[in-house]
């Protein structure tokens, strides 16, 4: 009889990061996980994911689903003694900032209520694997009371990303010519929107200073490649792309599959970027990233590379040249920032194969 194993994650809705962890998700499953034995069901619309009975293994996957609800679902999977696995994921919030030494901002405090706390405990003991997504998700859990033994810093899901074997062109609209075939010096432009659900709540603000950077590197002689990762960012990226008003500017409207974004990134010699996944893909490809941090996640994630200095929060004062001198810090660290991201990798290879290789679902 087929083991059911039932995978968490925000999916079915269209955006990238998401599918892309759960993608990753399954070709590890393909490769260790018989179809014979094992039957893996995603959480997409129309899965009844409050009725856990028919499940053998409940995975809270990649994404940030410490959060109510998500770990609501894997509290009731450890009191209905369902196997248990936490794979990547991380914590978020948007909580007001405060600066510490050496210009880090964190978070405030978050305390839970002793309810939601004991079940957070309760998580921890019972799952057979705990990975979380970075160091931020750690101290989270640490706040909560929750004991830290059987917990470990995985890293982020979309790590595990290999490069493809062969590149191939990347259809464009607008600008002049193309990544493809190119000697020319690129930059990748990830624009996007979350609704103003930033720091300091003002993205209007946040891309006029977004696009003076982008003038900027265009009279330093940089092209750039905008691009997005979700549908509903087409508006706002296209917006930008007009206010740029250059021919050394391609904007393409798609979303790809990730073996695309992945040669594309692998022409770029930095990223600027508001969405986390497009960071996390620049990262596996060893492509320093400038990360426009607008929530817990984005530091989480940079932490987790020790990357910290390559975040710009969306709350910064003077966005326009705290951006440019991220950029400055990424181009002349590429090597140091690229070995700092392989062992990052290596760990998350290491660690998210574990559950698989030791058979735990």
Known sequence: MKRKVLYLGWIGFKNFGDEFMWTLFRELADRYLPSDRYEIIPSVPGVD???????????????????????????????????????????????????????????????????????????????SFFGVRGPWTLAYLREQGVPLDRIRVSGDPGLLVAAPEKASSVDSAGGEGSLEATQDRWIGINWGTVYNRIYGADEAALEDSL????????????????????????????????????????????????????????????????????????????VPFVSLGYRFKCFDF??????EEMIVPTDEADAETAILRAIDAGL???????????????????????????GLF
């Open 302 to 307: 940079a932490s987790s590379l020790g990357a």
């Open 49 to 127: 994911v409050k009725d856990l009975s028919g499940y053998d293994t409940v995975v809270l996957g990649g994404g940030s689903l410490l959060i109510g609800g998500y770990a609501d679902l894997a509290h009731q999977a450890a009191k209905e003694g369902k196997r248990l696995i936490v794979w990547g994921s991380g914590y978020d919030c948007i909580h007001l900032s405060k600066a510490e030494r050496r210009g880090v901002v964190r978070p405030e405090s978050v305390r839970e209520s002793d309810g939601y706390r004991s079940k957070l405990a309760d998580i921890a003991g019972h799952a």
């Open 211 to 286: 696009a003076s950077v982008c003038r900027t590197l265009i009279a330093r002689g940089f092209k750039l490649y905008l691009y997005v990762v979700w549908g509903p960012d087409r508006e706002a990226s296209r917006r930008l792309f007009g206010k740029i008003s250059s021919e050394k500017v391609v904007y393409d409207p798609d979303v790809h599959e990730y073996p695309e974004y992945i040669r594309m990134m692998e022409r770029l010699e930095l990223t600027v970027n508001l969405k986390l996944h497009a960071c996390v893909l620049s990262a596996a490809v060893g």
């Open 332 to 358: 002349s660290r590429k090597r140091e920032l690229a070995a700092s991201f392989a062992e990052a990798k290596g760990r998350a290879e290491t660690l998210l194969r574990e559950p698989f290789e030791r």
